[in-house]
């Protein structure tokens, strides 16, 4: 089992940033790939990046590339996303996920309780 905790949310204004992180326990994350996504209000939630085990692979979604980055740091069980430039169409919850490579939410087997992002404009 793996425990995820996801901390760093909050408000922001379009333009600005964010840094969210993902505090793994439980089990070393290492052997997973981890994963965001996010979830706005009346929408399905939708695959936002995803880092490979250990690092050497990353792939965004459009909508975030170039704005958004993902680092891990094994050793610490942790994964942060920096958010730049943000919009307000990143308003969501963001989740952290660990599981296998892949943009769809039936890849990843362990989820954290998810963070609040609002950026206003």
């Known amino acids: 089992q793996v425990q995820l905790v996801e901390s760093g949310g909050g408000l922001a204004q379009a333009g600005g940033s964010l840094r969210l992180s993902c505090a793994a326990s439980?089990?070393?994350?290492?052997?997973?790939?981890m994963g965001w996504f996010r979830q706005a209000p009346g929408k399905e939630r939708e695959f936002v990046v995803a880092?490979?085990?250990?690092?050497?692979?990353?792939y965004f979604a459009d909508s975030v590339k170039g704005r958004f980055t993902i680092s891990r740091d094994n050793a610490k069980h942790t994964v942060s996303l920096q958010m730049n430039s943000l919009k307000p169409e990143d308003t969501a919850v963001y989740y952290c996920?660990?599981?296998?490579?892949?943009?769809?939410?039936?890849?990843?087997?362990?989820w954290g309780q998810g963070t609040q992002v609002t950026v206003s404009s």
């Open positions: 996920s660990a599981g296998s490579f892949s943009t769809l939410e039936s890849g990843y087997s362990y």
């Open positions: 880092i490979s085990e250990r690092g050497g692979t990353v």
């Open positions: 439980g089990r070393t994350i290492s052997s997973y790939t």
